[in-house]
């Protein structure tokens, strides 16, 4: 449980994107775009950004479960369609990442397909 506490503070360190902020209005102030294309672009990376943030939010609920007791998490609705498959989706991260960016992308921009959703409480609070 400690190390659970401690991937938990590692979170915290996302607060030093105000540094990222800073280095943006730099970037706007010294440029010659015009400000519409550049607020396209920061809405787009502002959106990919909040994106890869959810999927790993959402692969790090995985952690935060012991599948060793026994509770159902989103992961095992793969079971089924990887059987003919050498490769997992559970044990390769990439794969992980994908479906996960996936989950992520479609939560965001719709209500979603019903193909992977929360299993149990901790996964239900993550996409809440």
Same mark, same amino acid.
């Given at each position: 449980?400690? @190390? =659970?506490?401690?991937? #938990?503070? $590692? %979170?915290? &360190?996302? @607060? =030093?994107?105000?540094? #990222?902020? $800073? %280095?943006? &209005?730099?970037?706007?102030?010294?440029?010659?775009? $015009?400000?519409?294309?550049?607020?396209?672009?920061?809405?787009?990376?502002?959106?990919?950004?909040?994106?890869?943030?959810?999927?790993?939010?959402?692969?790090?609920?995985?952690?935060?479960?012991?599948?060793?007791?026994?509770?159902?998490?989103?992961?095992?609705?793969?079971?089924?369609?990887?059987?003919?498959?050498?490769?997992?989706?559970?044990?390769?991260?990439?794969?992980?990442?994908?479906?996960?960016?996936?989950?992520?992308?479609?939560?965001?921009?719709?209500?979603?397909?019903?193909?992977?959703?929360?299993?149990?409480?901790?996964?239900?609070?993550?996409?809440?």
């Amino acid at each position: 449980k400690q @190390l =659970k506490a401690v991937k #938990v503070v $590692r %979170l915290l &360190r996302l @607060l =030093k994107l105000t540094r #990222v902020r $800073r %280095l943006w &209005r730099r970037v706007e102030s010294r440029s010659s775009i $015009r400000y519409g294309k550049l607020a396209l672009v920061q809405f787009i990376v502002t959106i990919f950004l909040i994106t890869h943030w959810m999927a790993n939010l959402w692969a790090f609920s995985l952690l935060l479960v012991d599948e060793h007791e026994g509770v159902p998490q989103w992961i095992d609705a793969f079971d089924e369609r990887d059987a003919n498959l050498e490769q997992k989706t559970k044990d390769t991260w990439w794969k992980k990442y994908i479906n996960c960016l996936y989950f992520a992308s479609y939560t965001m921009t719709t209500v979603g397909y019903g193909d992977i959703g929360p299993k149990n409480t901790v996964e239900t609070c993550t996409v809440l």
